[in-house]
């Protein structure tokens, strides 16, 4: 029955013709869509592209309703017929073909923009599926439906909002300084659903309390800590609350690491200077001011973002204006490694299952870095197709081949490391989809990213991909895969 399901499928799908034929094995890693071995090595004409072979593999499922398919060869998007791909490749027709298929990725809709009043640095995510939802792994923990967005601004506040674009609790506002100078906020982090950590122009690390009163509808934010040692802006924050460890990266050059625990860290004395400098920050309450666990020095220019290894949080990495990509010892405060790039570096994300780090540059493009001592180039490969530098990158929370950068360029790129193409220079990777500014569409969509600017970005698989941005504007956009419940 299987045989002459194929056989139809076949003759109906890909009637012979004069082109050639190549053997093919197919398979998935979706135990759902899996086909009978009998079906799985079928002989096709080389001349069918990506179409057609989804429209062979929902005739082989049978499915209801067709699903569409990406197919991987090699590690690789097929994005030509297959007789180019075996030109392109030197492969002979002889040769079983193994075709990995998989769901195709819908385009990301739009789903809202929380608006502010300033320029939006920064934005994290609290769901049960985050980091700190996870980690919280308890009642703490928010359910579906009452997920929270962090969102820190040019005004010197930071926000929690719900999904409704309800702010549910702010920092208090800064005291200006001479000339209307506010400390504007660059970085903000959930370090636990009750946690929140936050850092900028004021050159202190703020610790805040998070609390909601479910019976009164009502929710505050109360300073608990500040954590000083930096001598100018604090770019990036990571935070790892198992280890209770924060890492920071500041225009100074270095990389420091902390606790979040007040009985393992230094105490710091009250000065004239911390003084002055706390009445033009966000609070003039007097808070245990804490300092640094070690101090990590090595770059030479500003350090635009640091990490905690997804895997191993003794293991830190940071990158700079200065062209690298660090790799820090944590427990000894020591440099353990230095790949240099040609550009200057604004963002970092981990892509651990496939032994890679991700920096974007201010060339406009992301190099995949190789970090093993058997690696012989230090980029394992270029992806390319941003207009701008690429100020921001997060994981796909769903994919080890997937991550999101925010540009200056006022877009948001999904890329899958295994979608490529070949240009003079070599094969680069390609994005799977751009996301724009909601708030740019009305007009010409500026060439550079001028009054959309992307700053940052972040990636939950409940809530979706969420984007701070010089529109003043938090921006939520969220995928699925083809097939999947439109609420999954």
Sequence with gaps: ?????????????????????????????????????????????????????????????????????????????????????????????????????????????????????????????????????????????????????????????????????????????????????VSSIMAVKFISPNRIVSSGYGRAIRIWEYNEDLTTFTASLTLQLELCSHKSIIQSLAVHDPSS????????????????????????????????RRKLSATTTTVPRLGPLSLLQAHSDSVSSVAFDPKDSTVAYSTSWDHTVRTWDLPTSSLVDTRTTSHPLFSFAALPDLNLLAAGSSARHITLVDPRASATTVSAMTLRGHRNTIVSLARDPDSAYGLVSGSHDGTCRIWDVRSRRSEERGVVGESVYTIFRESGKANHYPEGGEGVKVFGVAWDRQVGIVSASEDKRVQINKGRKAGENENS
């Design 1 to 181: 029955m299987a045989s002459q399901t194929l056989q139809a499928a076949l003759a109906e799908i890909a009637p012979p013709s004069s082109s050639s034929q190549v053997k093919i094995q197919l398979n998935t890693r979706d135990a759902d869509l899996s086909l009978p071995s009998s079906s799985s090595s079928i002989l096709v004409n080389t001349n069918l592209r990506r179409y057609t072979l989804s429209t062979l593999i929902n005739a082989l499922l049978q499915t209801e309703k067709p699903i569409p398919f990406e197919f991987i060869i090699n590690g690789t998007f097929l994005r030509t017929s297959l007789e180019d791909y075996l030109t392109a490749n030197g492969i002979s027709t002889e040769t079983t073909l193994p075709v990995e298929y998989v769901r195709a990725v819908i385009p990301p809709l739009y789903l809202a923009s929380f608006e502010h009043d300033a320029w939006v640095s920064s934005v994290d995510v609290l769901s049960r599926t985050s980091p700190a939802g996870q980690w919280a792994a308890d009642e703490r923990s928010p359910v579906k439906g009452q997920e929270r967005i962090l969102s820190g601004s040019f005004d010197g506040r930071i926000r929690v909002w719900n999904m409704s674009s309800e702010v549910l609790a702010a920092s208090p506002s800064p005291v200006k300084g001479p000339g209307g100078y």
């Design 245 to 276: 460890r924060i890492l920071s990266g500041s225009a100074d050059h270095t990389v420091c690491l902390w606790s979040t625990k007040e009985s393992d860290a230094p105490r710091l004395q009250e000065n004239s200077t911390s003084s002055k």
